[in-house]
């Protein structure tokens, strides 16, 4: 993808909300001018710069095998996106951000045995995008904690009541948020935890990186040999090859597997973004579902926020996928068939078009990140869960998701409390 059309494509954004998406004022982009080195301190001498390291190249057919002396950002597997990086600079912050209050409310039957219920939390680590300010809960339960999962950077409250006439909780936290946009001009990011790279390039129980999902994304790309275009072809091919389904219950069940075998593509947002997380493993580029939940009413259009201040029923899923140099770079495939769908928009129509192009490298943020985990094991409960966005709930009746369960009262609030 050229440098000029990814550029020209942020200028759609004007047609939604030119105001709120300007760009930062001249001054901010004039440099200070830097003080005048005093004369009388030398200069200090240049550190001597240790030989760079050997990089074990792979012959054809041959595995590498990756370590802390070879990691796979340098010495990357056939058809992954990683390669040398660019020398490092350190990203700048945001200039605006928002902040929300997000109170969530849980009410239980009573119930002669032990309950437990596990509450996914939002996202415990602190980003460019987003930080989360403060926790505070209060309830009844006999023993509560909050517990955070390596794994997908996933935090939860984990409560149990034993014999408890009237099971309930609260809890409020606050989080702020800025815009986050992919700018094509800074290649210069440090690169991502090998770790994290290889986990996000191998397939879960619902989201496969091989066999059909590899056909379709070696259909995609052809001879695309530019991963950010590579990425943009998959985007553009799940945009024009799904369909969004509001009649589905929460944001879908992400079963990517049972879509490929079937040759049926679309639901709702976990469904059609795990979609292209898929293809981009299976081609080798990184990628990860972000399970989050919106928080505020959206500039681009009104079906892609919140329009009161309930938030119960506003879980959304977002990808990302990763290119070194440029680290994760948002996408939302999803809310453009959202608002295809709910929109009534023909694929002539301008604004469809300008959201195309703003929603591969932009997520507006009124929305908040809660993980990125799969196949989670959470502490205290039996088996794993494919992602975890809605609260867990265990009961002697057995386990379910707790929006579904008998006797659970949950809903969560949001509201915006200060701009800045």
Same mark, same amino acid.
């Given at each position: ?75 990357? =597997?056939?058809?992954? $996106?990683?390669? /040398? *990086? #660019?020398?490092?600079?350190? %990203?700048? &912050?945001?200039? +605006? @951000? ?42 009844? =339960?006999?023993?509560? $904690?909050?517990? /955070? *999962? #390596?794994?997908?950077?996933? %935090?939860? &409250?984990?409560? +149990? @009541? ?259």
């Amino acid at each position: 993808m050229k440098r000029r059309e990814f550029l020209a494509s942020l200028t759609a954004l004007s047609l939604f909300a030119p105001e709120a998406w300007a760009d930062k004022k001249q001054a901010s982009k004039t440099p200070a001018a830097k003080p005048k080195a005093s004369a009388s301190k030398a200069k200090p001498a240049k550190k001597k710069q240790p030989p760079r390291r050997a990089v074990k190249k792979s012959s054809p057919g041959q595995p590498v095998t990756h370590s802390p002396d070879n990691p796979i950002t340098e010495a990357p =597997p056939p058809g992954t $996106s990683a390669s /040398r *990086l #660019p020398p490092v600079k350190a %990203e700048e &912050l945001p200039d +605006e @951000w928002r902040t929300y209050e997000i109170t969530t409310t849980v009410a239980l039957k009573p119930s002669s045995g032990s309950i437990k219920l596990w509450l996914p939390l939002p996202l415990n680590q602190d980003t460019l995008f987003q930080r989360t300010l403060s926790h505070n809960w209060t309830g009844n =339960p006999n023993s509560a $904690s909050m517990r /955070r *999962l #390596p794994d997908g950077n996933l %935090e939860i &409250l984990h409560a +149990e @009541w034993l014999n408890i006439s009237e099971p309930a909780l609260q809890i409020q936290t606050t989080v702020t948020t800025a815009d986050r946009h992919f700018d094509v001009s800074k290649r210069t990011i440090a690169p991502e935890r090998d770790d994290i790279l290889r986990r996000n390039l191998q397939g879960s129980q619902l989201i496969p990186n091989d066999g059909l999902a590899q056909q379709v994304g070696e259909r995609i790309v052809g001879r695309i040999k530019d991963p950010v275009a590579q990425a943009k072809a998959i985007y553009d091919w799940v945009v024009d090859n799904t369909i969004y389904d509001p009649n589905l219950p929460g944001c879908g069940n992400g079963d990517v597997r049972r879509q490929l075998i079937e040759g049926q593509y679309g639901g709702r947002s976990a469904d059609i973004n795990g979609l292209f997380v898929a293809i981009c493993r299976a081609i080798g580029i990184p990628a990860r579902c972000v399970y989050g939940l919106r928080v505020g009413p959206s500039r681009l259009f009104r079906s892609l926020g919140l329009n009161s201040d309930d938030a119960t029923r506003s879980q959304h899923v977002r990808a990302e996928f990763y290119i070194p140099g440029y680290s994760w770079i948002p996408v939302d495939p999803s809310d453009v068939r959202r608002a295809i769908s709910l929109e009534l928009l023909s694929d002539r129509d301008s604004k469809l078009q300008a959201l195309r192009k703003v929603l591969f490298g932009v997520w507006e943020m009124n929305w908040i990140a809660f993980n990125f985990g799969t196949d989670v094991a959470l502490p205290g409960r039996s088996g794993t869960l494919p992602f975890v966005l809605l609260p867990q709930l265990e009961t002697p009746e057995g386990s379910r998701n707790g929006t579904d369960a008998e006797g659970f009262h949950y809903s969560i609030k949001t509201r915006q409390v200060a701009e800045g």
